[in-house]
Every structure is written in structure tokens, then in C-alpha cells.
């Protein structure tokens, strides 16, 4: 199985702040994704991780919310900018590759937002 | 579009018999995967089991099993000899192998608690 790891794992955050999540990914992954998870709720995706060039946003996402980068194969950030109490969630980086290209999930980054 | 149903409320399981977790999809992709996830307290998601399509035997993975039935288009997940250490949210996911960018689908999830 692919190995995922995220760093911070937790987080307790000001209002109208920005905080920086890290994922960094072992080389069988090929694509690279940012899921949220918000309390009691399943996962929603936010965007596609595309090497080198803009990330893929889903319906809701926007790029100056949410900045993603992908420097390269094997890592990722995501920014949650200016953040309020809604955005208080689970954050998980997920990669798919390896074996039937099966997606793995990184531990997660628990933000809380006062 | 894909969709993935769990309905079912929060489960309970005695420690050491067997469970079973319901999930059905629907897609008009006729290549796909479906995937089942644990997400315990601590929030990180746990791979553990595939079935594909057009996969002839039901997955098994140690104590987990998938009851495929695609006719009925049920990815059901089979734990046996239930530990406390199952104790945790279950979701199931698909996703259709039918363009460069297809996605995973989750469902609801599903609240596994396993009693003493």
C-alpha cells in the first residue's frame, strides 16, 4: 500500500488566519487529491493535485480559498485561507497508484477554527 | 453519475460474531471499483478491501469479505470475529474507470460499535 503522511495532524486556529497543511506521498502514487471532512459528514472533495500547474477544483472550491500546490510527483500543500468557523474540519490528502490503482488517505489534519 | 447507499443507522456487533455493513451503488459505467474505508476516532481513513467489476470471486482481505452482488448492485462488507478494535465509522466508495479523471464516490458511512 501507498505511504501518506500529513502534517500538522491538528490544529487550533484564529479566525481570518491561513494555515498550511503538507502531504508528501511515496513514489507509486500518480495522482494526488485534498479531501474535507466536516463533522459527522462523509468526505467532499475539493480539488485534483496536478504537478506543476494548476490544481482541478470541484464545485464549491475555489482556487483563492483553497490554494494547492504540487511541486512535484511526491508533494503537496493546501492552504485554507482566511479562515472562519466553517471551516473547521477534518483536511485528508489522498493518493491513488500502485496495486488495481487502489486511493490511499493520508492521517489527516484536524482544524479547528475559533 | 455514481451513487453510493448506506442507510443503515448505527450498528452494534458482540464481540467476536460476525457483521455485516450494507451498501448499494448505481452507475451506467460497466468498469468500476468498489472500495471499502475505516475511519476510526483518530480520523485517518483505512483502506481495506476492492472488488472490481468484473472481478469473478468476492474480495476477501484476513477478516474482511465483500459480498458482491452485481445484479443487485450490493457491495456488502462482511467483518467476522468482530474486535473492539472495529469500533469505527465504515464508508463505502466506487469509482468508475471510464474516463482519464473519474473519482471516488463515497457514501454516508456507517457507525460500527462492538460490545464486550
Known amino acids: 500500500s501507498a505511504v501518506i503522511s500529513q502534517k500538522p495532524s491538528r490544529d487550533i486556529c484564529q479566525r481570518g488566519t491561513s494555515l498550511t497543511i503538507q502531504c508528501q506521498v511515496d513514489s507509486q502514487v500518480t495522482m494526488m487529491f485534498w479531501y474535507r471532512q466536516q463533522p459527522g459528514q462523509s468526505l467532499t472533495l475539493i480539488a485534483t493535485?496536478?504537478?506543476?500547474?494548476?490544481?482541478?477544483?470541484e464545485s464549491g472550491f475555489v482556487i483563492d480559498k483553497f490554494p494547492i500546490s504540487r511541486p512535484n510527483l511526491t508533494f503537496s500543500t493546501l492552504t485554507v485561507s482566511n479562515m472562519s468557523p466553517e471551516d473547521s474540519s477534518i483536511y485528508l490528502c489522498?493518493?491513488?497508484?500502485?496495486?488495481?490503482?487502489?486511493?490511499?488517505f493520508g492521517p489527516g489534519t484536524r482544524l479547528t477554527v475559533l | 453519475a455514481q451513487k453510493i447507499t448506506q442507510t443503515q443507522p448505527g450498528m452494534f456487533v458482540q464481540e467476536k460474531e460476525a457483521v455485516t455493513l450494507d451498501c448499494t451503488y448505481d452507475t451506467s459505467d460497466p468498469s468500476y471499483g468498489l472500495f471499502w474505508y475505516k475511519q476510526p476516532s483518530s480520523g485517518e481513513m483505512i483502506f481495506l478491501i476492492y472488488?472490481?467489476?468484473?472481478?469473478?470471486q468476492n474480495a476477501t482481505e484476513g477478516r474482511y469479505s465483500l459480498n458482491f452482488q452485481k445484479a443487485r448492485k450490493s457491495a456488502n462488507l462482511v467483518i467476522s470475529a468482530s474486535q473492539l478494535g472495529d469500533s469505527a465509522m465504515y464508508f463505502c466508495a466506487m469509482r468508475a474507470y471510464t474516463g482519464a479523471n473519474s473519482k471516488l464516490t463515497f457514501g454516508k458511512g456507517i457507525t460500527l460499535s462492538v460490545r464486550p
Open positions: 489522498s493518493g491513488r497508484g500502485g496495486y488495481r490503482d487502489t486511493q490511499y
Open positions: 493535485a496536478n504537478q506543476g500547474s494548476e490544481a482541478t477544483y
Open positions: 472488488q472490481g467489476s468484473y472481478d469473478q
